[in-house]
């Protein structure tokens, strides 16, 4: 399994592409999965493989910029930034909080029960 | 040209060719099919079969192109140009390939977080040969042009050595401007085109983000440089082994010329040996691409 993460856009989703991508990848430098100095995929390639416009990933990457977390410079890509906040254990607990929420929601949506939910995640967590 | 040159060109030629036979044998040997992805087998059919089948195209047009490149123009400035227009060929099948790939649709798409770079995907060994043959070739086709003579219509073909007051021999054919221009222009064009095509095969959309078929797209990519650097291979040594040639065989010919242009001679034959050792790895590479590619690129 690769260990790069992943970004996940849902274009049914009534959330806009751009805050999408800013909320997944402000929660990945927050968590520090993406490390100070760290680079960002390039514009051009990240909106290729996902899909989407030029503008909306530069959106996410100008609101980034704007809270501090990357900074972007000619030539040499947009990086994280070495004064991006890390979670607190409390925020990483209300982050966890809030994405089981968000499944276990979508989950009874699909008609799955209490178990059927925790088989999944066993099996997610398998893979 | 004398009788005894033939024959040291013939044998040069011959040497030459089981140079180039003997690395093939050789790669065929080491690089055998283990060496190739397992996740190939998950690489989406559909965006496997079309490169493959427009790199083919891609290969089978060039190779009438340059032949019919090689059967025309002027005093052999088609064969010298047909390694370029053979090349360019191979060059638009890659980018067209490359092209047709479409990324995953559906309404939930994924990506990975990831920088991907030419280096990564270039056959480091193969790219640094075929820059030092195009560094060789642009060096000798400067040398070439500069001392060209005119020949009877004021072209420059020819190589002239003064043997006497009043008295001039010449030989050629020599790379002078009539074969130099139209070589340097294609060649650049063609390294051109193939830079335009390797950030094609970088910023084409990835027809997955599950692991394997992250690992099997690499190894596509990977395929479509090495394709790229073996076409452009052949673009740069297909010329440089003629101009060699041609040159050693205008620089042996004279019989009365400075000391050092026999020796210098003999140094462009031994040129030849390399340049048609590169010209059989290219070969190689873009006939048999599937057992070029190594194994799965470190994570970056």
Redesign the interface.
Known sequence: ????????????NPTPPYEQLRRQ?AE?IQSTA?SPGD????L???A?????AIGTVARAYRELESAGLVRSRRGG?TRVTATAPSLSDSERQRLLHNHAKAFVQQATLLGADEQQILDAIAQALAT | MGCGMESVLVLVIGACLSAGAALVAWLAHTRSPGSIPAHTAAVPAAAARRTANWRWAGVTTGLVAGGVAAASGALGRGLLLAGPVFGLCVLAGVVAGEISVR?A?G??????????RVRDYLPHGLAKAVLAAAAVLLALVTVTTATAGPDDLGRGTVLLSRCGPGSWEGHGPWAGSFYSVPLAAMVATGLIVAGVALRVV?????TG?D?DG??ADDALRQRAAWTITGACGILTALPLAGVCLVSAAALLSFSCHPAWWTYAGWALLAVLIPTAALMAWCAAVLLAPARAVTAVLP??
């Open positions: 399994m690769t260990d790069r993460p992943l970004l996940v856009v849902d274009t049914g990848l990945l993406l680079r960002l995929p390039p051009r390639q990240l290729a493989d996902l899909g989407l890509g | 990324p649709g309404p939930t798409r994924t990506a990975v977080v990831e920088v991907r970088i910023r084409r959309a990835r983000a692991p992250v690992a994570a970056r």
